[in-house]
């Protein structure tokens, strides 16, 4: 059965945090003396009395957390810090619209990056910080931030961290999942730190660097200017940012063990990092010659345009330095498939993943060579790992669920008028917490708002079950999960 004391409890803390995130936001708006310190002042207020309210609820509960109370802990928790994460932007005034300000608060929170504000510069400094911060604290996630401050979950924060985490395996840095969560913050505490100092080298200026940086690190795309990083006219900034969203695309463990260790090898006898390095090489290689061939670029300009967007489409990060809608339509094919794949597993991007791609290509190539030798026996290998025949049944699942997703709703958003190329960019976008779609009506340099609301509903769902991993946020509609056997 589930323990519903113990999830009021346990979601009643996440608001505490919330509710202290958004101090961080009052903070800047004091220290800018703009209009926005009444919206963050309140929405404290009422977050902070919500969360007093359900840890209320929640008193005397026992820490035995189950796998069903993990998984509904973990959904819950997404969608309640979006609901409380609108009120700055209705208080505010800044937008008035409940569906666009949830939709907004949902693809900072899932690291997305889709925006319906059209001119983010009108926005208060405030206001501008918290939109970075929801997607820094949604990268590595919402609950596994909490598993690192509370270790008292036992058993339950190894439920909670497999609910949460992505790709199909759950690597380690250290037996103790809360040790492991610290480790793996720190990395990305690194990353952000050096990232924001590159780009106040390069001429941002401290507010604009500490914003892309956790923006760029998180993967998630939002910023602080209505033209993303074609603002600031900079080659070295977006240099940087093209090695800062790689490396944040990089499995974190793996990240740790080779960067911060010294173990350079274990990149390079990584399969899934040289699937990653392969796909965005080449994907940027192509689209750099067609842009010397169609749009007369020259060779260093077609490379960093080309590269910048084949990376923050991979590692579903979602910058943009030049309009990819007015490039040939060849190289929207090469786009859509890196926002279909993503980068790697135990990175803050989201996508199919590259393991699941290095997966499927080994069970492929062990079908053809199971027709040749039908009686031999024939393991799947990935590196020094042998794939459980379990694991390829779960690795289709999900390849056919995430399909069957993708093709019912790039349908509905037909039906709903939206033409071909946007409704399926814009699905693959949200499911792969992208940002930019690739389209003609919303282009990758467009705001989403002039989507309905319903699209626009859908397409916040798309990206919570997308930074979920499907399978947490659907077996919840599952009868099963809801019966006490």
């Not at 006898?269 to 010397?292: C, D, G, P, R, V």
């Not at 509903?457 to 999960?481: D, K, Q, S």
Request: hydrophobic letters at 50%; one cysteine or more.
């Amino acid at each position: 059965m589930l323990h519903f004391k113990l999830i009021n409890k346990i979601i009643g803390y996440l608001l505490l945090i919330e509710a202290l995130l958004m101090s961080w936001c009052l903070i800047v708006s004091f220290i800018y003396r703009e209009d926005d310190i009444f919206a963050f002042t309140c929405s404290i207020i009422i977050t902070i009395m919500a969360a007093l309210g359900l840890i209320t609820l929640g008193r005397n509960a026992k820490n035995t957390l189950s796998r069903r109370d993990a998984y509904l802990i973990v959904t819950a928790t997404w969608i309640i810090f979006s609901l409380f994460g609108t009120l700055p932007f209705l208080i505010s005034g800044y937008e008035r619209n409940f569906t666009n300000a949830y939709f907004e608060t949902m693809s900072g929170f899932t690291t997305t990056g889709s925006t319906i504000i059209n001119n983010v510069e009108a926005l208060p400094h405030g206001l501008l910080f918290w939109r970075s911060l929801t997607q820094y604290i949604g990268g590595l996630g919402i609950v596994f931030f909490t598993v690192a401050l509370l270790p008292s979950l036992g058993s339950g924060s190894v439920r909670i961290f497999a609910a949460e985490s992505t790709g199909p395996f759950k690597t380690k840095l250290h037996p103790h999942i809360s040790t492991n969560a610290k480790w793996i913050w720190i990395v990305y505490l690194i990353l952000t730190a050096g990232c924001a100092t590159s780009y106040h080298i390069g001429g941002m200026n401290l507010f604009d660097a500490i914003n892309f940086s956790m923006t760029t690190t998180a993967t998630g795309g939002f910023g602080t200017h209505n033209e993303s990083f074609a603002f600031f006219h900079s080659k070295f900034i977006e240099y940087a940012c093209i090695l800062f969203t790689f490396l944040s695309g990089i499995n974190f463990t793996l990240l740790y063990t080779s960067l911060f260790k010294g173990k350079i090898k274990n990149l390079f006898h990584n399969s899934e990092f040289k699937f990653y390095l392969i796909i965005i090489l080449s994907f940027s290689a192509f689209i750099a010659f067609m842009l010397i061939f169609n749009n007369h670029y020259d060779l260093e300009h077609a490379f960093r345009k080309a590269a910048f967007q084949v990376v923050t489409f991979m590692t579903t990060t979602g910058f943009y330095s030049d309009d990819a809608a007015t490039w040939p339509h060849i190289t929207w094919v090469f786009l859509a498939i890196c926002m279909f794949f993503g980068a790697s597993s135990g990175s803050t991007s989201g996508g199919f993943k590259c393991i699941r791609g290095v997966m499927t290509m080994k069970v492929i190539k062990k079908e053809f060579l199971q027709i040749l030798h039908p009686n031999a026996v024939l393991p799947i290998k990935v590196g020094k790992i042998n794939i459980p025949e379990q694991k390829g049944i779960t690795l289709f699942a999900f390849l056919a669920t995430y399909l069957i997703l993708c093709l019912v709703s790039s349908s509905i958003l037909i039906a709903m008028g939206i033409d071909n190329t946007n409704a399926i960019t814009m699905t693959l976008s949200s499911m792969g917490n992208v940002g930019p779609a690739l389209g003609t009506e919303i282009g990758p340099t467009m705001s989403w708002n002039i989507l309905p609301a319903a699209a626009k509903w859908l397409c916040a769902f798309l990206m919570l079950i997308g930074r979920l991993e499907i399978f947490t946020v659907l077996v919840i509609f599952t009868p099963a999960f809801w019966k006490n056997n």
